[in-house]
C-alpha cells in the first residue's frame, strides 16, 4: 500500500508540474497583465528557466497577483469564494448519489423489465439536457411561475449571518441570532434549485453507471453460492453485490468533480451564486486576465489532487489492486 501511496504522490508531483508549465506558458505569452508581482516584472527577461523557478517561488509564496479589479490577492479572493462552491457541489454530489444509488440498483434488479427501461430513459434524458436551460426552466417553474423557491444569491437578504466557516448551512447554525434557524431553512432553500440543476447529469451518470456494475456483480458466482445459502435478499444486495460495485462507482465519483467545477460556471451564474465560477465569469467579462490565471491554476490543482486521491482510494476499496504488487 505504501507503494501505491508513493506511486500517486510522484503522479500528483508530475501533474501539477506539468499544470505550472502550462500556466508559466500563458503568463510568458501575455507578460504583461499577468505578471505575479513587481519583483516578478523584474525578472521578466531573465532566461525562461529563471523565469519559471522565479514564477515556481512566487506561487509557493502566495504570490498568485492582484486582481485588477478589486485589487485583492488572487489568492486571498480564491479563498473567500471557495466555500460556496465547495458547499453547493457536495450537496449537489450528495443529492447524486442519494438518488443515484437506489435507482440504479432498482434497475439492475428489474433488468430489461419496464421499470429498468423507464429508468435508463429518464436518465438518457437527464444527461442530455444543457444545464443553461435546465437551469432556466426550473426558475421559470418553481421561482417565477409558482413562486415557492428563492431564485438568487445564498440566504435571503433580511438574514445577516456573520462567516466563520464560509459555509452558509454551517454558520447559520453557528449564528447566535434569534432567527439562526429560520436562516438556515432559508439557506437550503436557496439550495434546491442549484443543487437539483447542477447534480442532474451525476444522477445521471451515478445511476447508469451503478445499473452496469449491479448487474455484472449479481450475475457473479459468489452472489448465486449467497442465494444458495439462504441469505437475506436484502443483505445480498447491499451487503455483497453492492460492495463490489462500488469500484466503479468510486472512480466515477472522481471524474465527475471536473464536470461539477464545469457546471459551477454556468449555475452560479443563473442563480447568482456567489462562488468560484461567477468570479472566473465575471473575470472574463471584465478582463481580468490576472484572476483568470490565478482561478484556472488552483481549480486545476484541485483537480488534480482530488482525482489523485480517489485512485488512491479505489486501491483501498479494491483487494485485488491494494496487495497488486
Request: aromatic content about 12%; charged content about 15%.
Amino acid at each position: 500500500m505504501t507503494s501505491i501511496i508513493f506511486r500517486q504522490f510522484l503522479l500528483l508531483i508530475l501533474g501539477l508540474f506539468t499544470l505550472t508549465l502550462f500556466t508559466f506558458g500563458i503568463s510568458q505569452l501575455f507578460p504583461d497583465p499577468l505578471i505575479l508581482s513587481d519583483a516578478h516584472a523584474k525578472t521578466i527577461n531573465d532566461s525562461l528557466i529563471e523565469n519559471y523557478f522565479n514564477y515556481i517561488a512566487f506561487l509557493s509564496q502566495g504570490e498568485w497577483g492582484l486582481s485588477r479589479i478589486s485589487g485583492r490577492s488572487v489568492l486571498d479572493e480564491f479563498f473567500i469564494y471557495f466555500p460556496a462552491t465547495l458547499e453547493l457541489t457536495t450537496i449537489a454530489i450528495i443529492f447524486a448519489l442519494v438518488l443515484g444509488l437506489p435507482l440504479g440498483i432498482y434497475a439492475a434488479e428489474n433488468k430489461n423489465k419496464w421499470q429498468d427501461k423507464l429508468i435508463v430513459s429518464t436518465t438518457l434524458i437527464g444527461y442530455s439536457m444543457p444545464i443553461f436551460w435546465w437551469g432556466m426552466l426550473l426558475v421559470l417553474l418553481f421561482a417565477l411561475t409558482l413562486g415557492i423557491s428563492p431564485v438568487a444569491s445564498r440566504i435571503g437578504f433580511e438574514y445577516d449571518i456573520l462567516p466563520v466557516t464560509g459555509f452558509m448551512l454551517i454558520d447559520t447554525l453557528l449564528s447566535d441570532q434569534p432567527y439562526a434557524l429560520a436562516a438556515f431553512q432559508n439557506a437550503l432553500q436557496h439550495l434546491v434549485l442549484p443543487t437539483i440543476v447542477l447534480g442532474t447529469i451525476p444522477l445521471a451518470i451515478f445511476t447508469r453507471v451503478t445499473r452496469s456494475a449491479m448487474i455484472d456483480a449479481l450475475s457473479s458466482d459468489y452472489i448465486r453460492t449467497a442465494k444458495a445459502k439462504g441469505l437475506p435478499y436484502d443483505r445480498i444486495i447491499w451487503s455483497h453485490a453492492l460492495r463490489n460495485a462500488m469500484i466503479p462507482i468510486v472512480t466515477v465519483i472522481g471524474l465527475q468533480i471536473s464536470v461539477l467545477i464545469t457546471g459551477t460556471l454556468i449555475t452560479e451564474k443563473i442563480f447568482a451564486w456567489p462562488g468560484i465560477g461567477k468570479w472566473l465569469l465575471e473575470a472574463v467579462y471584465r478582463r481580468d486576465l490576472v484572476t483568470l490565471h490565478g482561478g484556472l491554476l488552483a481549480i486545476a490543482s484541485l483537480v488534480i489532487i482530488v482525482n489523485i486521491a480517489v485512485e488512491v482510494l479505489v486501491h483501498l476499496v479494491n483487494p485485488k489492486l491494494r496487495h497488486k504488487k
